[in-house]
């Protein structure tokens, strides 16, 4: 079973800022069968990017995924008052089970 | 527009059962994998179990195997998850999750969520 690691747990930014949030995985992720959601308090999740670099219907270009393999990351170009909240990566290509990393709140500085 | 809304949680024994139902409109139902996923308070998020389109396959994770089973009435655009032997780390909100046509656990689609409370 892959196993991802987020990190860093808690990043603190002002409006404005970049923000940069890493996701490992323990073993290789099949086709970058990788997905970003961004979940906010009292919120379902809301998917933001899937395939590693695609960003799902109506997410605003400041939000972009990178990466293959085993290191994937999110990058918000220009932090907006909404985008502070939690995000979670998901990997769901190696098998029908779809596992989520621990999380990074992106918290107002 | 597209809908998820899930019913059946609320307080339960340890040891006991509940039936949770995810109820969708706004899409094909039938066509799409569905799954539900759990949120313990103030932690992340668990895939909980997965179900295809024509409910021919299902899966589970380990933590709930044997005591969680998942199943759809695509008649009726719902999707089911019969909890039973419940324990205390069972508690949390329940998400039912509509599969992209990326990928059935790829969720482009999420419930507002039910709250399972485990307790004696």
């Known amino acids: 079973e892959i196993v991802l690691t987020q990190s860093p747990g808690t990043l603190s930014l002002s409006p404005g800022e970049r923000a940069t949030l890493s996701c490992r995985a323990s073993q290789s992720v099949s086709s970058s069968y990788l997905a970003w959601y961004q979940q906010k308090p009292g919120q379902a999740p809301r998917l933001l990017i899937y395939g590693a670099s695609s960003r799902a219907t109506g997410i605003p270009d400041r939000f972009s995924g990178s990466g293959s393999g085993t290191d994937f990351t999110l990058t918000i170009s220009r932090l907006e008052p909404e985008d502070f909240a939690v995000y979670y990566c998901?990997?769901?290509?190696?098998?029908?089970?779809?596992?989520f990393g621990g999380g990074t709140k992106v918290e107002i500085k | 527009e597209v809908q998820l809304l899930e019913s059946g949680g609320g307080l339960v024994q340890p040891g006991g059962s509940l039936r949770l139902s995810c109820a969708a409109s706004g899409f094909t139902f039938s066509t799409y994998a569905m799954s539900w996923v759990r949120q313990a308070p103030g932690k992340g998020l668990e895939w909980v179990s997965a179900i295809s389109g024509s409910a021919g396959s299902s899966y589970y994770a380990d933590s709930v195997k044997g005591r969680f089973t998942i199943s759809r009435d695509n008649s009726r655009n719902t999707l089911y998850l019969q909890v039973n032997s419940l324990r205390a780390e069972d508690t949390a909100v329940y998400y039912c999750a509509k599969g992209s046509p990326y990928s059935g656990t790829c969720f482009d689609v999420w419930g507002q969520g039910t709250m399972v409370t485990v307790s004696s």
């Open positions: 998901q990997q769901y290509g190696s098998s029908p089970r779809g596992t």
